[in-house]
């Protein structure tokens, strides 16, 4: 650590606030500069969330305090874009060098756009950014027609927010989304709570875009009969996530599908370290897909934090996840595509979790307004817990019992 005199972190997304923090909590005494494009770091859940309804302003999404950088010797720059990087210097775009004993490439993603005809138009967004949300929410008026093409996180929380602010919502969704990463049981009941509050769910591809005076077209395929062209008065595509990885491209690091960093998040240069929505972690040659959650963003931070200063990794648990959408809250625990069997215990509309099984033990879980029972099957995760599924299973069972065995 004694030869690092210099770091700089590229984006300041939570993933680089995050590896900030936890430098100066570790005991980094050197130069730190936090470059990031937007107007200040801010955190993005609430986008699609609290800020879309107006239930929180611009100022209630920042992700520290504004005298926090001053108390932490961190030198933000905001409205700055870094240009390129390579193993001992970061360039911005106003031709400003930095030199640097270790870059920290933070640089989060964009949302991702199909190529369909017409999504360049003007009535069709997406929502990455703050500036996506203030567009959007001009547009989700009551009364307003808006199609969200995608029913997966994202997709499906706009859909809900959209409707809570009275407009009228249509939700494009060809297949049963998150089905793989929640299971099928909990997948299909999450789905389901779409039309059931109103919301006309097709289940079509859309295949073009056409802007026009009094709104925009949209062609679907799989429709049903009369229903193959609409017209709307706003577009949300929320279909996944496309990495940032540019400038690690430029800088000719490993790149697939994310820039490719190791368990203590160094990229193929060991000066270069990724951490969050952009990077992609390959341990013991097996590639990871991008995390793309917020835990996950934190807990690169730390890593990367942990290698720059020397110190021993922090403990890997389970990978965790939230949403929210039509006043319920859903967590997620682990991974369901690894287990073997899928244990349900209570029903919708009061506690609801199910467990996914390898093996006898408990290697995912999601809950609907239960956390209680996420944040229990985490620890057996964690643990390795063998639990009996009938146990499990019944409401009865106390889930700190389970874990004590
Ligand atoms: C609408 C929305 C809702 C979400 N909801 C949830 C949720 O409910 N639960 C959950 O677990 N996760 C959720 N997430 C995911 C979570 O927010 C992300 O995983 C997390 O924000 C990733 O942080 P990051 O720092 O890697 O990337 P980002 O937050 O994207 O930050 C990257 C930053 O890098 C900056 N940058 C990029 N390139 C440059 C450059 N060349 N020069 C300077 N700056 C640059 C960008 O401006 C940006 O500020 C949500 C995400 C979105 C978009």
């Known amino acids: 650590m004694s030869d690092i005199a210099s770091v700089v972190i590229v984006g300041g997304g939570l993933a680089g606030v995050s590896t900030a923090a936890a430098l100066r909590s570790g005991g980094y005494v050197g130069e730190l500069y936090l470059v990031d494009a937007g107007a200040f770091p801010y955190d993005r859940p609430p986008l699609s969330k609290d800020f879309l309804s107006g239930a929180k302003d611009l ?174 008065d706003a577009v949300v595509v929320g279909v996944g996530l496309a990495p940032r990885t540019g400038l690690a491209e430029a800088a000719g690091l490993e790149v697939d599908g994310g820039v490719i960093v190791d368990a203590g998040q160094t990229t193929s240069n060991p000066a270069i370290l990724a951490v969050g929505d952009s990077a992609r972690r390959r341990i013991d040659g097996d590639l990871r897909p991008c995390a793309g959650h917020w835990e996950a963003a934190q807990d690169d931070g730390r890593r990367a934090a942990a290698t720059i200063l020397g110190k021993p990794l922090p403990a890997e648990g389970a990978s965790w996840w939230w949403s929210d959408r039509h006043g319920v809250h859903v967590e997620a625990v682990g991974s369901m595509a690894a287990a073997d069997t899928t244990v349900v215990r209570g029903a919708p509309g009061a506690a609801f979790a199910v467990f996914g099984l390898r093996d006898g033990r408990v290697v995912a879980a999601v809950a609907v307004d239960d956390s209680g029972a996420v944040r229990a099957a985490r620890r057996m995760i964690d643990r390795g817990t063998e639990v009996d599924a009938a146990a499990l299973a019944d409401l009865a069972t106390d889930l700190r019992r389970l874990l004590r065995r």
């Open 59 to 232: 100022a209630q999404l920042a992700l520290q305090p504004a005298e926090w950088y001053a108390e932490q010797d961190v030198r933000l720059l905001n409205r700055s874009t870094v240009t390129s990087v390579d193993a001992d210097s970061v360039v911005l775009s106003d031709g400003t060098v930095l030199p640097a004993d270790r870059i920290v490439l933070a640089t989060g993603g964009r949302a991702a756009l199909p190529p369909i005809p017409g999504a360049d138009g003007p009535r069709v967004h997406v929502l990455r950014d703050v500036e996506d949300a203030e567009r959007l929410k001009a547009a989700l008026v009551p009364g307003a027609r808006i199609l969200v093409v995608g029913g997966g996180l994202i997709g499906a929380e706009t859909a809900a927010s959209a409707l809570a602010l009275g407009c009228e919502v249509v939700l494009a969704e060809p297949g049963t989304p998150l089905a793989a990463s929640v299971g099928p049981e909990m997948a299909e009941w999450l789905h389901a709570m779409h039309p059931a509050r109103g919301i006309d769910c097709l289940a079509a591809r859309v295949l073009a875009f056409e802007d026009g005076p009094d709104g925009v077209r949209a062609k679907f395929e799989g429709a049903g009969e009369g229903q193959e062209l609409r017209e709307f």
